[in-house]
């Protein structure tokens, strides 16, 4: 597709719970980001892919996080046993593959653990 | 990484143009300058990029002084519809579309008629 497409665009879950989220990044872009921006306007990264290789896992909270692109499917972000501090928008981002900072943004998705 | 610092908010009217400034004073040799535009409850999208002088797109202009301490995003006639968050973000480049962007606190510009 022509766009970042993040499913679903409001997840509310309880603490100790799992969360998954999805991104189908644009056709044809080998990159793969996520993001997370808890307060107004603080953008953490957590992860990157090339392809269906992690490219950059520098962010991630490896304890409970944890994210795949497998080939013909929907890359995931998952969040085993929530917590309170989880709560932000969660966006991924897709960028094709040579020389272009460029990033596509999805829309998001908001996660509010309660 | 270069840190990136610009004013935390912006007031202007409609038909203005607007000049955000932001400094990054350990900008290095390899890296560009790139903004993003932030509406609420939407993913960043990119607006310009550049590594000296001067940029002009559709959108915008980017104006980037020799040594490259600071740039200024300009957007001509602003509308209401330019009112949201701007990011100015410094990074390498040349190693490919991989990159990790690192996003400062940006500046929140508010149009009012």
């Known amino acids: 597709g022509e766009e970042v497409a993040q499913t679903p665009k409001h997840l509310v879950r309880g603490e100790g719970q799992k969360a998954k989220l999805y991104c189908a990044p644009i056709?044809?872009?080998?990159?793969v980001f996520w993001y997370q921006q808890v307060l107004k306007n603080e953008f953490k990264f957590l992860i990157s892919f090339q392809n269906e290789n992690v490219f950059d896992e520098t962010g991630m909270p490896k304890e409970r996080f944890s994210a795949k692109c497998l080939p013909n499917s929907p890359c995931s972000l998952e969040i085993q046993a929530t917590k309170l501090e989880d709560s932000a928008v969660y966006f991924c981002a897709s960028s094709h593959r040579v020389l272009n900072t460029e990033a596509f943004f999805g829309q998001g998705t908001r996660l509010t653990v309660v | 990484l270069a840190k990136t610092t610009q004013p935390i908010s912006m007031d202007s009217y409609e038909g203005q143009e607007v000049n955000i400034t932001c400094s990054h004073n350990n900008i290095a040799t390899n890296d560009y300058i790139t903004w993003y535009q932030q509406f609420p409850s939407q993913g960043p999208r990119f607006i310009i990029q550049?590594?000296?002088t001067k940029v002009t797109n559709e959108v915008a202009s980017l104006f980037i002084p020799a040594d490259r301490k600071s740039s200024t995003l300009s957007l001509p006639r602003v509308s209401l519809s330019d009112t949201a968050v701007y990011y100015c973000l410094v990074g390498d480049k040349l190693t490919g579309g991989g990159n990790k962007l690192t996003f400062g606190t940006g500046t929140q510009l508010k149009v009012e008629l």
């Open positions: 056709k044809g872009h080998s990159y």
């Open positions: 550049g590594y000296k």
